[in-house]
Structure formats: C-alpha cells, structure tokens
C-alpha cells in the first residue's frame, strides 16, 4: 500500500470510531430523559454533532479511499474499524470484553493484518 491508501485508510478508522464513540456519549447522557425530550436534549449538546460530522468526513475519506484499492480488499481492511470502536468502548465508557469477544477482536485483526499484508 502506497503512503495516501494508507493516510486514508487510518483516517478512516479514525472518523469511524471518533463518530461511534461520539454517538455513544450522546446517547448514554443520563440528564436527556425520555422519548422526544431525549431527542431534543441530544440534538442541542455538541456530542450528536461531532458524530454527524465524523461520518460525513468519513464518507469522503472513504470514497477517496475506495477509489484507490479494489473493493474487496478496502471492504476488509474497514473491518478493523470494529476492533477499534470496541477497544475504544472499553476504555472510555467501561464496557466490558469477554473471552468470546477478545477473541473475535483477535480474528478479526488477524484477518486485517493478512488482507493488509496482501496488498
């Protein structure tokens, strides 16, 4: 893989996980209540926002980097976004990982790291 696929591959992870983690935190704030008040209360806290923006940035990093490697091996080597969104889920809002869970991180990296290879 050329610098700029792999500039954009991990900018991708980057946006990826920054926009879930971000999600996350505006929907776990336990003062935003219940049914369209929670809805209300997200949308004027920063944290909905910042998602929506890492997934538009995202889109576009993407794209770009879709239009620089086959469909296949781009496909697999976005997996690794869910390793990082779990790991990130772990250390920022204590989520826990069992055994079967450290487990599928680990194949699924393994399976990155062999695509990765590859190209």
Do not use: H
């Not at 500039?7 to 920054?18: E, K």
């Not at 980097?65 to 697999?76: A, D, K, R």
């Not at 690794?80 to 680990?106: D, Q």
């Amino acid at each position: 893989m050329n610098g700029l696929v792999v500039a954009l591959w991990i900018a991708n992870v980057v946006l990826d996980t920054g926009g879930q983690l971000a999600f996350k935190a505006a929907a776990s704030d336990e003062r935003a209540g219940d049914g369209l008040a929670r809805w209300k209360y997200m949308l004027a806290r920063p944290w909905i926002w910042t998602g929506i923006g890492c997934y538009v940035a995202e889109f576009l990093v993407w794209i770009a980097f879709l239009s620089l490697v086959p469909l296949s091996e781009g496909v697999l080597l976005g997996s690794i976004n869910i390793v990082a969104i779990m790991v990130a889920g772990r250390f920022l809002f204590n989520e826990k990982l069992s055994p079967l869970r450290v487990t599928g991180i680990l194949l699924v990296a393994a399976g990155v790291a062999i695509v990765g290879v590859g190209t």
